[in-house]
Protein backbone atom coordinates (compact mmCIF):
# COMPACT_ATOMS: atom_id res chain seq x y z
CA UNK A 1 0.00 0.00 0.00
CA UNK A 2 2.42 2.23 1.11
CA UNK A 3 4.30 1.58 -2.78
CA UNK A 4 0.88 2.96 -3.98
CA UNK A 5 1.08 6.09 -2.40
CA UNK A 6 4.75 6.39 -3.31
CA UNK A 7 3.94 6.44 -7.01
CA UNK A 8 1.25 9.18 -6.61
CA UNK A 9 2.93 12.52 -8.19
CA UNK A 10 0.82 15.64 -9.30
CA UNK A 11 2.66 16.65 -13.48
CA UNK A 12 0.30 19.37 -13.52
CA UNK A 13 -1.52 21.11 -10.85
CA UNK A 14 -3.53 23.81 -13.61
CA UNK A 15 -4.52 20.65 -15.32
CA UNK A 16 -5.51 18.65 -12.33
CA UNK A 17 -7.81 21.85 -11.40
CA UNK A 18 -9.17 21.85 -14.77
CA UNK A 19 -9.97 18.32 -15.06
CA UNK A 20 -12.05 18.25 -11.42
CA UNK A 21 -13.88 21.16 -13.09
CA UNK A 22 -14.61 20.00 -16.39
CA UNK A 23 -15.73 16.35 -14.05
CA UNK A 24 -18.30 18.90 -12.55
CA UNK A 25 -19.47 20.59 -15.14
CA UNK A 26 -19.77 17.32 -17.68
CA UNK A 27 -21.56 15.61 -14.51
CA UNK A 28 -24.08 18.21 -14.09
CA UNK A 29 -24.58 18.88 -17.78
CA UNK A 30 -25.44 15.27 -17.89
CA UNK A 31 -28.18 15.77 -15.49
CA UNK A 32 -29.39 18.72 -17.37
CA UNK A 33 -29.54 16.73 -20.44
CA UNK A 34 -31.68 13.51 -19.13
CA UNK A 35 -33.90 16.46 -18.00
CA UNK A 36 -34.55 18.36 -21.09
CA UNK A 37 -34.78 15.30 -23.27
CA UNK A 38 -37.94 14.22 -20.82
CA UNK A 39 -39.97 17.41 -23.10
CA UNK A 40 -42.34 17.74 -20.14
CA UNK A 41 -43.65 21.33 -19.29
CA UNK A 42 -41.44 23.18 -17.41
CA UNK A 43 -42.19 25.42 -14.91
CA UNK A 44 -38.65 27.52 -14.17
CA UNK A 45 -35.27 26.49 -13.55
CA UNK A 46 -32.55 27.79 -10.41
CA UNK A 47 -29.20 28.78 -10.83
CA UNK A 48 -27.17 28.14 -7.92
CA UNK A 49 -23.66 27.03 -6.03
CA UNK A 50 -24.53 23.67 -6.38
CA UNK A 51 -25.53 24.18 -10.79
CA UNK A 52 -28.82 24.31 -12.51
CA UNK A 53 -32.10 22.41 -11.39
CA UNK A 54 -35.05 22.09 -13.59
CA UNK A 55 -38.57 22.50 -11.97
CA UNK A 56 -40.81 20.19 -14.37
CA UNK A 57 -44.56 19.58 -12.92
CA UNK A 58 -44.83 15.65 -13.68
CA UNK A 59 -43.03 13.63 -11.78
CA UNK A 60 -40.65 11.44 -14.24
CA UNK A 61 -40.80 7.48 -15.16
CA UNK A 62 -38.82 4.99 -13.26
CA UNK A 63 -36.97 4.82 -16.42
CA UNK A 64 -35.83 8.33 -16.57
CA UNK A 65 -35.32 8.50 -12.87
CA UNK A 66 -33.17 5.67 -13.14
CA UNK A 67 -31.33 6.81 -16.81
CA UNK A 68 -30.91 10.60 -14.48
CA UNK A 69 -28.49 8.28 -11.91
CA UNK A 70 -27.09 5.84 -14.47
CA UNK A 71 -26.12 8.28 -17.67
CA UNK A 72 -23.95 10.73 -15.24
CA UNK A 73 -22.15 8.07 -13.59
CA UNK A 74 -21.19 6.20 -16.55
CA UNK A 75 -20.01 9.99 -18.03
CA UNK A 76 -18.24 10.33 -14.65
CA UNK A 77 -16.62 7.28 -14.63
CA UNK A 78 -15.44 7.69 -18.00
CA UNK A 79 -13.98 10.72 -18.21
CA UNK A 80 -11.77 10.19 -14.66
CA UNK A 81 -10.33 6.85 -16.99
CA UNK A 82 -9.68 9.12 -19.50
CA UNK A 83 -8.28 12.40 -17.58
CA UNK A 84 -6.63 9.91 -14.54
CA UNK A 85 -5.48 6.54 -16.89
CA UNK A 86 -4.51 7.80 -20.16
CA UNK A 87 -1.27 9.84 -21.40
CA UNK A 88 -3.21 12.28 -21.37
CA UNK A 89 -3.59 12.85 -17.21
CA UNK A 90 -2.29 15.86 -15.28
CA UNK A 91 -1.33 13.45 -12.41
CA UNK A 92 0.83 10.18 -12.29
CA UNK A 93 -0.99 6.67 -10.88
CA UNK A 94 0.09 3.80 -10.86
CA UNK A 95 -1.84 1.57 -13.66
CA UNK A 96 -3.28 -1.23 -11.87
CA UNK A 97 -6.64 -2.52 -12.61
CA UNK A 98 -6.93 -2.67 -8.85
CA UNK A 99 -6.28 0.93 -8.38
CA UNK A 100 -8.11 1.92 -11.46
CA UNK A 101 -11.26 0.41 -10.40
CA UNK A 102 -11.07 1.64 -6.81
CA UNK A 103 -10.04 5.27 -7.36
CA UNK A 104 -13.09 5.66 -9.95
CA UNK A 105 -15.62 3.65 -8.16
CA UNK A 106 -14.63 5.89 -5.19
CA UNK A 107 -15.07 8.65 -7.69
CA UNK A 108 -18.76 8.09 -8.81
CA UNK A 109 -19.86 7.11 -5.66
CA UNK A 110 -18.67 10.69 -4.33
CA UNK A 111 -21.20 12.46 -7.41
CA UNK A 112 -23.66 9.46 -7.45
CA UNK A 113 -24.58 8.89 -3.97
CA UNK A 114 -27.32 12.17 -3.65
CA UNK A 115 -28.62 10.87 -6.84
CA UNK A 116 -29.29 7.12 -5.83
CA UNK A 117 -30.88 8.52 -2.91
CA UNK A 118 -32.82 11.01 -4.97
CA UNK A 119 -33.87 8.41 -7.11
CA UNK A 120 -34.88 5.90 -4.24
CA UNK A 121 -37.02 9.06 -2.64
CA UNK A 122 -38.71 9.75 -5.61
CA UNK A 123 -39.89 5.89 -6.44
CA UNK A 124 -41.05 5.44 -2.90
CA UNK A 125 -42.40 8.38 -2.21
CA UNK A 126 -43.20 10.05 -5.65
CA UNK A 127 -44.48 13.40 -5.61
CA UNK A 128 -46.28 15.52 -8.59
CA UNK A 129 -48.10 18.42 -9.74
CA UNK A 130 -48.49 21.11 -6.75
CA UNK A 131 -46.27 19.06 -4.37
CA UNK A 132 -43.64 18.58 -6.97
CA UNK A 133 -43.39 22.11 -7.25
CA UNK A 134 -43.41 23.16 -3.72
CA UNK A 135 -40.82 20.50 -2.54
CA UNK A 136 -38.71 21.61 -6.01
CA UNK A 137 -38.89 25.58 -4.83
CA UNK A 138 -38.00 24.68 -1.13
CA UNK A 139 -34.73 22.32 -2.01
CA UNK A 140 -34.13 25.22 -4.71
CA UNK A 141 -34.33 28.21 -1.89
CA UNK A 142 -32.19 26.20 0.45
CA UNK A 143 -28.96 26.21 -1.49
CA UNK A 144 -29.39 29.91 -2.31
CA UNK A 145 -29.56 29.50 -5.85
CA UNK A 146 -31.90 32.15 -8.23
CA UNK A 147 -35.46 30.87 -9.22
CA UNK A 148 -36.92 31.34 -13.23
CA UNK A 149 -39.81 30.96 -13.60
CA UNK A 150 -41.06 30.24 -17.16
CA UNK A 151 -44.38 31.82 -18.48
CA UNK A 152 -46.40 28.79 -18.65
CA UNK A 153 -44.62 28.43 -14.83
CA UNK A 154 -46.28 32.06 -13.98
CA UNK A 155 -49.61 30.60 -15.46
CA UNK A 156 -49.57 27.64 -13.65
CA UNK A 157 -48.44 29.26 -10.25
CA UNK A 158 -51.55 32.18 -11.01
CA UNK A 159 -53.81 29.23 -11.56
CA UNK A 160 -52.92 26.46 -9.02
CA UNK A 161 -51.88 28.82 -6.15
CA UNK A 162 -53.34 32.40 -7.05
CA UNK A 163 -50.11 34.17 -6.28
CA UNK A 164 -46.96 35.51 -8.53
CA UNK A 165 -43.95 33.66 -8.22
CA UNK A 166 -42.71 36.48 -6.02
CA UNK A 167 -45.29 36.29 -3.49
CA UNK A 168 -44.73 32.56 -3.24
CA UNK A 169 -41.26 32.69 -2.85
CA UNK A 170 -42.12 35.13 0.20
CA UNK A 171 -44.57 32.88 1.75
CA UNK A 172 -42.03 29.60 1.47
Known amino acids: MLGTLVGIHITNFLGLTMLLVLWIILFKFTHLLIMLLRHEPLIGWAIGPLGITIMSLHEPTAFY ?21 TSLSPITL ?10 IAIAVLLTSTGDVLNALRDLRYPLWGEAR ?23 YLNDHFGANPTDLLQAL
Open 65 to 85: IWLDVLCPALVSAALLHLGLF
Open 133 to 155: ILRSIQTVRATWAKIHFTPFGYS
Open 94 to 103: PHRPLIEIIT
